[in-house]
């Protein structure tokens, strides 16, 4: 089975802060994916990479940045977080855009 | 551009109850059509997929077919059980796409 693990289920940051959310995944898949889901709006698309050092805006690129300098880990990155990036974050891979997505539990960020 | 669309929820249903979750999308060509279920607490699981017109999908008592003719990919399940209280999203890809469209979810209550 494939496994995307996400380094915290819950995190609290402030305004300001510089943070890191971490994704791992172990079944050496091309692409990786960060959405951001809240309620009413759903899934919405941050960033994905479909291979080391390539990355692709998402539809709500603003306010984030992305790092996959290895194939298993994709890193997103809040500059310097605002509340209005309180939100669940959801981390996934494919093998290639066509093929099913799998995702990690989620972070439950908040941003006081 | 490619657009998902699913009936609004919440639904609640009483145990047994038949269920229908409707899905419409806008795309061209031939997508591919999938339903994701994200449990309480968890990230999204694939519970099924259609890759061509009139194929149908199968998982856990679940069903959705792939109508061409009225762009429609509605689950449905039979007998639900309190086990089923989840959301649900409908989503499409294209061969060659890097990315999912997904919809907005669906929020589903089974009561005893």
């Known amino acids: 089975d494939v496994k995307v693990t996400q380094s915290s289920r819950y995190l609290v940051k402030r305004t300001g802060e510089k943070v890191f959310l971490e994704c791992v995944q172990d079944?050496?898949?091309?692409?990786m994916f960060w959405y951001r889901q809240d309620p009413g709006l759903g899934l919405r698309l941050i960033y994905f990479?479909?291979?080391?050092?390539?990355?692709e805006k998402g539809d709500i690129p603003e306010g984030y940045s992305v790092s996959r300098e290895k194939k298993e880990r994709f890193s997103l990155i809040l500059e310097s977080a605002s509340t209005n990036q309180t939100s669940m974050y959801l981390c996934?891979?494919?093998?290639?855009?066509?093929?099913?997505?799998?995702f990690g539990d989620g972070t439950r960020l908040s941003i006081l | 551009g490619d657009s998902v669309t699913q009936m609004e929820g919440p639904v609640t249903l009483s145990e047994e109850a038949c269920l229908t979750i409707?899905?419409?999308?806008?795309?061209?060509?031939?997508?591919?059509l999938f339903w994701y279920v994200q449990y309480p607490g968890e990230g999204l699981q694939l519970l099924l997929k259609?890759?061509?017109?009139?194929d149908k999908g199968s998982n856990k008592g679940f069903e959705a077919t792939y109508r061409k003719e009225t762009t429609s990919f509605h689950l449905e399940k039979g007998s639900v059980q309190v086990s089923d209280s989840a959301v649900y999203f409908c989503?499409?890809?294209?061969?060659?796409?890097?990315?999912?469209?997904f919809g907005q979810g669906t929020r589903l209550t089974i009561n005893p």
């Open positions: 996934a891979s494919a093998r290639t855009g066509f093929q099913p997505q799998h």
């Open positions: 079944m050496d898949h091309e692409n």
């Open positions: 990479s479909y291979d080391v050092k390539m990355k």
């Open positions: 409707n899905c419409t999308y806008t795309a061209t060509g031939y997508p591919s």
């Open positions: 259609a890759t061509k017109a009139d």
């Open positions: 989503a499409l890809s294209h061969q060659g796409a890097q990315k999912l469209v």
